[in-house]
């Protein structure tokens, strides 16, 4: 990539000079609230017509809308990994959704595994929360960690997070009814992560009938754990809060509330899922009604947390973030089609085509950022470890925490959008291109202006999204100077990985 933040951060001082933040005094808040294969057309902010979002609808009126955000992947665990991580899939350690899972132990009578995660992230290279942390921020997640598998050499407990409560298991996430939770809490003295039996849940089977009459819905667990976290917050140290929710990933099983019970109304002619039990998705009918539902729930989550932050006079210095990991998928019976989810986009999650990596984007941070703008600006997961160090004040960043035995091969892929964010488009640095691979569908996408190139098992593919938006119209054999270019990028932007490989360009 082009440039780095600390270029950018001494091209502009300017910037930050007038602002009290940058000088230390009153550092902003963090709240990123990150969810679960949201596609870029499911918010009614961004088109969608079926679904009520007021409150994320709301924020998007108090702040600035990305048209343009990208995803790290086109999948769960590499796209948080490029989150926490300023790299992008070419450099990252986790690349893609490898899991662990291990052993047996039973909760009473319910069979579960006795460890299980995913591939860990490389502890050599710092992580966002490390950074954070280390800059004097009290910081906690809730939801999905997908960054490392039960008491592997990164978990929440081991890369700077002081309270987590969740999933370390994004498998485990499958199931909104599960044996148990993890948790980890520095300030009460825990060592690492440990299991949360939801008691109420193992009383009841985990499939069949039974499960439907387990009580404890993870997705309100997790919002309540991190609402008391936050409730807890008094401004006078700043706080990084990741709300990583599960929803609207599937399963599509949730309670029987007014929200559903209204849904139910409104679909009338509805379809079922029959189950994947080797998913965990377990079947369930109206599965428009719970995936609308399950949306709706989610826009809650969030108009409790601005509430909250209001109510605690703590809303006008706190950055408020929403965005979603990937694109929409078609998991436990979803149908984006009929939802048209990707809105005038090509593709699902998994696909490296715009509809698998382009996401709903929401910062709110007022009297800085601009209310009610739509911003075209292209960003991805990995600018955001360089434009919350811009705001923190971690000018040189890279020289900080790149670490000296790796040397330039400990990648920092990001740029900080921080300029665009305060209304500076005129003073953005932009990247010279974007990059993104994936290897269970053996995939490669770069972005270069709007030139698209997308290698699928090696073959290439080239478009226009200035006149193709929805991808339909190969190039290749008009521009091969063009294709040749992007090719060369994809070729110099790919590390090997024994883990996660992927066919280069012919």
Known sequence: MNGTPALLFSSFPFLFATHAWAQGNVRPNIVFILCDDMGWGDLACYGQQYISTPNIDRLASQGMQFMQAYAGSPVSAPSRASLMTGQHTGHCEIRGNKEYRSGEVLYNGNKDFAVVGQHPLDTAHVVLPEIMKQNGYTTAQFGKWAGGYEGSVSTPDKRGVDEFYG????????????????????????????????????????????????????????????????????????????????????????????????????????????????????????????????????????????????????????????????????????????????????????????????????????????????????????????????????QDYVAKYRNPRLGEQDYFDGISFLPTLLGNDAQQQSHDYLYWEFNETNQIAVRQGNWKLIVKKGVSELYDLATDIHEDHNLAADYPEKLAELKVIARRSHTESPHFRVTLPE
Request: a negative charge.
């Open 167 to 394: 999933y370390i298991c994004q498998f485990e996430a499958h199931s909104y009814y599960p044996n148990f939770l993890n948790k980890y809490s520095r300030s009460d003295g825990d060592e690492a992560v440990s299991r949360d039996i939801q008691q109420g849940n193992i009383q009841h089977a985990f499939y069949g009938d039974d499960y439907y009459r387990r009580p404890e819905y993870s997705a309100d667990v997790i919002h309540r754990k991190a609402m008391q976290w936050l409730d807890k917050q008094d401004g006078r140290q700043p706080f990084y809060g990741l709300f990583t929710y599960t929803i609207p990933h599937a399963e599509l099983v949730q309670p029987q509330d007014s929200i559903l019970l209204a849904y139910k109304a409104k679909f009338c002619e509805d379809k079922s899922f029959g189950g994947q039990d080797a998913s965990w998705y377990h079947a369930i009918g109206n599965v428009h009604a719970q995936f609308a539902a399950m949306i709706t729930r989610l826009d809650a989550y969030v108009g409790q947390i601005m509430d909250l932050l209001e109510r605690k006079g703590l809303a006008d210095n706190t950055i408020l973030i929403f965005t979603s990991d990937n694109g929409p998928h078609e998991e436990g019976g979803a149908d984006p089609t009929f939802f048209n989810r990707d809105g005038v986009l090509k593709g699902l999650k998994r696909s490296c085509h715009e509809g698998g990596i382009r996401i709903p984007f929401i910062v709110r941070w007022p009297g800085h950022v601009p209310a009610g703008l739509k911003n075209d600006h292209p960003i991805a997961f990995y600018d955001i470890m360089p434009t919350f160090c811009d705001i923190i004040g971690e």
